[in-house]
C-alpha cells in the first residue's frame, strides 16, 4: 500500500475517533453547541476525506448508478458543511449569544445553487470528477463558483471573528482557535485560487499547471489548510482528555492511601469519576469517625504561618487531617473540609494528594506529621 494510501487512512481515523468523542461530548450535553459543532464539522470532513479514496470513491461511484460526479458533488457539500460547522464552533466560543439564523440560510442557498449548478455543469456534460485542468463549459464554472464562494463568505467569517476574538481566550482554547484561523486562511487562499483557476479557463486562457490531482497546485493549500483546521477542531478535547488522565495519576497517592480500587472504566472521564467518587465515598465513610477538627485547624495555621498561599494550606491541612487518620487518629468533631464545585472536584482532590505526597517524603511536613502522630 502506497504511503499516500496509509498516511490518508490514518487521517480517516483520527478524524473518526475525534468525531465520536465529540457525540458523546454532545450527547452528555445536549445544550453544548461547540460539542455539537466539532461533532458536524469532523463527520463532514470524515466523508469529504473518505471520498478522496479511489477505494471508496469508485464503489459508491458504481452503487449509485453512476451518476455523473455524484461523489463528487458530495465531497464538495461536504466541504461546505465544514466550513459552516467551523464557523459555528468559533462563534459558540467567542460569540455564544450569536444566532446562527442568518448563516444557516446563506448554507441552505448555497446547497440549493451548487445543485442546480452541478445539474447544469457536470451532470449535463456526463462528468465522472472536474477535470484536473478545469472545463470552458459555463455550467461547470458556475457550479465552481456556487461552492466556492460560499467557502469564501464562511472563511472570511471565520478569520474575522477569530482575528476580533481571540485574544480574549486564553491556553488551549487560544491556540485551538489560532490553528482555526490559520486553517481558515489557507482555505480561502484556495478558494480564491480556484476560482481564478475556473474563470482562466472558461475565458479560454487557461493555466500551465493543473488546478487540482496529485500533481494539482491545491495541494500546497488544501492539506496544510486541512491539517490545521482539524488541529483546531481536536485540540480542546485532546487537551481535555490529557487533563483527565493527568488527574487521574495525580490522584494515586491519595487513592492508595485511602484503599480505593481503581475501578477502570471505558474512557478517560470514566476512569477519573470512578476515582474522585471512591475517594469522597472513603473520606465520608470508613475515615470520617477518625478525622479530627482540631488537627485540621492547627494544620491550616502551621502551613499559613510557614508561608504558604490559603488554597494550598487548606489543601495540606486536609491532607494532614487525611494523613493523621489514617495513622490511627482517635478522632473528634469532624473538620470542615473545602468544598469545591462539581466540575472543580478532581482539581481539588489532586492538590490534596499532591500535599498528602509531599506531606510523607518532604523534611518540612515530616516535622509536622511527628507533631500529629498519635500516641
Known sequence: ??????AHLVLCAVIAVGAVNRLFAWRRNPSDRAARAVFFALACFEVSTLLGLAAVYWPIYRAFGEVPGFPQVIQHLTGMGAAYFSLAFVLAVVSPEVALTSRIRLLGGAVVLTLVCYLLGPFRLGLVSLPERGSPDSGVFAYVLAWQLYCVVATVDT????????????GVMRASLTLLGIGSALTLAHSV???????AVWLGTPPPWPEHGLAGIQ???VVPAGVCTLAGLLLPSAAAGARRRRLHRQLAPLATALDVPDRGGFGS??????RVIGIRDAMLGPVRPRLDAAVHDAALAHFLGVGLAEPDARAYAEAASVDAALRGGRGGEPPSFFAPSPEDEADWLARVSAAYADLQTSSGSME????????
Open 269 to 274: 472521564r470514566t476512569r477519573l469519576l470512578n
Open 159 to 170: 478569520v474575522r471573528h477569530v482575528w476580533t476574538h481571540k485574544s480574549r481566550e486564553r
Open 368 to 375: 509536622w506529621r511527628r507533631r500529629t502522630t498519635a500516641p
Open 1 to 6: 500500500m502506497a504511503p499516500a494510501v496509509v
Open 219 to 221: 495541494i500546497f493549500l
Open 193 to 199: 485560487h480556484k476560482i481564478g483557476y475556473a474563470a
